[in-house]
């Protein structure tokens, strides 16, 4: 089982640190190689660079969410997201289709358990002990 895994590149497990501006502020950004180019492909699709795809899940995170919170984080999350939806055939694997021309809703429908948006009761229970007091 585990020559699956550590027959991997070494490179793409070597982190990468990439200075990006995000409406004109440069922040330092740290992945592992790996996913910058699962990053690039999801770019490409919608004919973007890599630091343009990132200040537009950064904006539409902050409007959703109204904080980014750990972004690398987020950022390993959404290569690793697009990485599975491919598998599962929700993307099509074919990289000339936009993600923007997808249907949302139907790639996004009946997600695993913890792949899609937290439910209310379920993110009382993730809170810290004094912030349910008060919740």
């Known amino acids: 089982m585990c020559e699956v895994f550590i027959s991997a ?3 793409s497990y070597d982190a990468r ?3 990006v501006r995000l409406h004109g502020v440069v922040t330092s950004i740290r992945l592992e190689n790996l996913f910058w180019q ?5 770019a490409q699709r919608d004919g973007m660079v ?3 795809l990132i200040e537009r899940l950064y904006d539409e995170l902050v409007a ?3 904080e980014v919170g750990n972004f690398a984080s987020f950022l390993r999350v959404s ?5 599975a939806m491919v598998a599962q055939g929700r993307i099509p694997a ?3 289709v936009a993600i923007h021309s997808l249907d949302a809703r139907a790639v996004l429908h009946e997600l695993p358990q913890g792949w899609g948006p937290a439910s209310a009761e379920n993110r009382v229970r993730t809170l810290p002990v ?3 007091r008060h919740a």
Request: aromatic content about 4%.
């Open 9 to 11: 590149d070494p490179q």
């Open 17 to 19: 640190t990439r200075s």
């Open 38 to 42: 699962v990053l690039e492909e999801i």
């Open 50 to 52: 890599v630091v343009q």
């Open 64 to 66: 959703a969410r109204g």
């Open 79 to 83: 290569a690793l997201r697009y990485e």
């Open 94 to 96: 074919d990289t000339s």
């Open 130 to 132: 004094t912030a349910r």
